[in-house]
């Protein structure tokens, strides 16, 4: 392999002149590159490849030694600039893959597939010596037309309005996005969903895509005309938007009626005040999810006020011993059944932790359902803890949830 590293200082300039035009982007995924890797025979297709590889992983990462793998899929990606031959290996030292020299400026390539539901250490080393080192994470759902925005399908509208003056939750900060359905009138008496770590769940580009499900369940009519409530968890007030919220384990974790008392006493007065909203007073109308931490505080307010909830789409839920979530599956079978309907999602690749064994405690959640009788499903996967499981479940999730309201 033939390996010559240029001056530094010609190399970054010819990099940040391309990485500097305005509206400049990535345009090469792992996938896309092991396509090209394939193909690029001539000198200029790998040139231009070249440069589109180092725009992928980033110059100042690529050259100290910080340029971790990128992963499409089950596709994974790793790069770097050695002037020696570089390999990736596992942990173990068990050999990924040799890397590819891509032009002459020490720049070096290497994708494969990896199986999927995987989690794996590697490093990339030179000559013995260990250069880059991380973990890849394999977890790939296919989405259904669903979850992707249709023809012909009329979009809601998504308003944004920050709320500071919680008395619940005193000294916090959040965002709340408000679905409002197509053609949504102020006055329309809609249904009610809730959703906890709201904005990234209902960003129509994010992984959850709960907002274009929404318009094409809606469209469908295979769920009613809802209006949905996506609330972030509080900042402190020294904290910016993007930081992970300080106040998201006390207000989701917590048991007890707080975080109810914070939906119906502040945030949906308010949202009817804004927009004019009207939700229908049934119980069976008003639904609430999350996942995580934002689970069990679903699960909690349903549990506290099923006089207002009657719906809860909980997934990876975090039945554990971080704030007595631990003793749900207990209480569950210890009180009398209340009017709740329960959707769960787990996996088997779920954490377990000092806290707990996440995939155990949601099968004990869910045979304490079954023990009380309670109108409940699981759907058990391979996912890992967060969003990706779910994800592609929704629209499945979000029909049965729903069944039986017009």
Not at 138 to 144: G, L
Not at 216 to 236: A, Q, S, W, Y
Not at 357 to 380: C, G, H, Q
């Amino acid at each position: 392999m033939r390996a010559i590293i240029l001056p530094f200082f010609l190399f970054a300039v010819s990099l940040s002149q391309a990485q500097n035009k305005p509206g400049s982007q990535p345009l090469l995924t792992p996938r896309l590159l092991d396509a090209a890797l394939k193909t690029a025979s001539l000198p200029q297709d790998q040139n231009a490849l070249h440069d589109k590889v180092l725009r992928l992983f980033g110059l100042n990462n690529l050259t100290q030694g910080k340029a971790g793998a990128k992963i499409e899929a089950t596709t994974v990606a790793w790069a770097t600039i050695d002037t020696k031959p570089a390999r990736v290996v596992q942990q173990d030292g068990t050999l990924i893959g040799e890397m590819i020299a891509l032009g002459e400026d020490g720049l070096q390539v290497l994708v494969t597939e990896m199986p999927n539901f995987t989690e794996v250490g590697y490093r990339i080393e030179s000559e013995g010596m260990p250069r880059v080192a991380g973990t890849v994470h394999i977890e790939h759902f296919d989405y259904t037309a669903d979850s992707q925005p249709q023809q012909g399908v009329p979009q809601g509208k998504l308003e944004k309005f920050e709320w500071n003056t919680s008395k619940v939750f005193p000294d916090t900060l959040r965002d709340v996005t408000v679905y409002l359905p197509a053609g949504f009138k102020p006055g329309e008496e809609t249904c009610l969903m809730v959703w906890q770590d709201g904005t990234r769940h209902v960003d129509p580009n994010g992984p959850m895509r709960a907002s274009v499900v929404f318009d094409n369940l809606i469209h469908k009519k295979e769920m009613p005309r809802t209006v949905g409530v996506f609330i972030d968890p509080g900042r402190k007030p020294k904290q910016k938007p993007g930081d992970k919220a300080g106040n998201r384990s006390l207000e989701y974790d917590s048991l007890g009626d707080a975080y109810a008392r914070f939906l119906i006493d502040e945030i949906l007065p308010e949202v009817e005040k804004r927009y004019q909203t009207k939700f229908r007073p049934q119980p069976e109308a008003w639904a609430i999810a999350g996942g995580s931490s934002g689970g069990i505080c679903s699960f909690t307010v349903a549990w506290e006020r099923p006089d207002k909830f009657h719906k809860v789409l909980c997934w990876v839920g975090t039945f554990v011993d971080i704030r007595g979530g631990n003793h749900y599956p207990y209480l569950v079978r210890i009180t009398e059944r209340k009017p709740i309907r329960v959707y769960l999602l787990d996996g088997e690749n779920d954490l377990d932790n000092k806290f707990g064994n996440w995939p155990l405690a949601n099968k004990m959640m869910a045979a304490s359902l079954k023990y009380m009788n309670y109108d409940f499903r699981i759907d058990w996967t391979q996912c890992f803890h967060g969003s990706k499981g779910m994800a592609p479940s929704l629209p499945d999730a979000l029909r049965w949830l729903w069944r039986d309201v017009n």
